[in-house]
């Protein structure tokens, strides 16, 4: 019987809180789809958080951490320019990191300083994250910026979801293999700490996705424009009622 996968281990160690990152973005962060204001949001929430753990990969070039760093994958240059795209060129000079996420980023040094090679469940999980969802919602909001009444979305600005030529399948597996390998050379000890971690990556993620304030206004302007053709419609009825009289 063939051994199970590290990757296939953490999939199934991360199957319900997974799952409750899911019912969470398709309640939040699918309001993104048609309007930038929470895009833009979710954007510098993960800017933060990629940036950190693409820094702490340079910092450890030496390390199996570097195992993950796979050529096409980084995106802090990516959110940059899509965050310059939606905000202005000099968004840096007013922005400041938000309660929940300057949580997530004292946990990742944490992380880092007691054992730098856990901190491959968040590239992991992060990557695979933006590689397969990431992927759904850069597709959609790209079909509805090309729709009449689409909201307030507006075509371009998805770097982040851009992979180039690279094939997002060649990724993944790119990705999957490099964790696999990671956890090979780790004694059992560790590799159920990484399993842990991976735990915690949805849990963190779960936070700052709940920190996420746009929404509501979406909620509403779509309820307006639900709204307002059923109440054209019924007055017209009601016109040619009254006229019929």
Not at 50 to 60: I, M, N, S, V
Not at 116 to 142: C, D, E, N
Not at 182 to 195: S, T
Not at 216 to 228: A, D, E, S
Request: hydrophobic share 45%; proline share 2%.
């Amino acid at each position: 019987m063939t051994e199970e996968s590290f990757t296939t281990k953490m999939r199934k160690a991360t199957r319900e809180i997974h799952s409750i990152s899911d019912s969470l973005v398709n309640a939040k962060l699918a309001f993104a789809l048609s309007d930038d204001d929470v895009w833009t949001e979710g954007l510098l929430i993960f800017y933060e958080i990629f940036r950190y753990l693409e820094q702490a990969l340079d910092r450890h070039r030496n390390s199996p951490l570097a195992r993950l760093d796979l050529e096409a994958l980084r995106r802090t240059e990516a959110f940059e320019k899509d965050l310059s795209f939606y905000l202005g060129s000099d968004w840096k000079s007013s922005y400041v990191v938000g309660d929940a996420v300057a949580a997530y980023l004292l946990h990742l040094r944490k992380v880092e300083s007691a054992d730098p090679v856990m901190l491959s469940a968040y590239v992991y999980h992060l990557y695979m994250g933006l590689l397969s969802g990431g992927q759904v919602l850069g597709h959609k909001r790209r079909l509805l910026a090309r729709l009449p009444f689409a909201g307030a979305a507006r075509e371009g600005g998805d770097a982040v979801t851009s992979f180039g030529d690279a094939p997002i399948p060649r990724l993944k597996c790119e990705m999957k293999a490099a964790m696999n390998a990671l956890a090979g050379d780790l004694d059992e000890a560790a590799r159920q700490m990484l399993l842990e971690e991976s735990k915690t990556v949805f849990a963190r993620n779960n936070e700052v996705i709940r920190s996420v304030k746009g929404g509501t206004h979406v909620v509403l302007t779509k309820m307006l424009i639900l709204v307002i053709p059923v109440s054209v419609a019924l007055m017209l009825f009601a016109l040619l009622v009254f006229y019929k009289k």
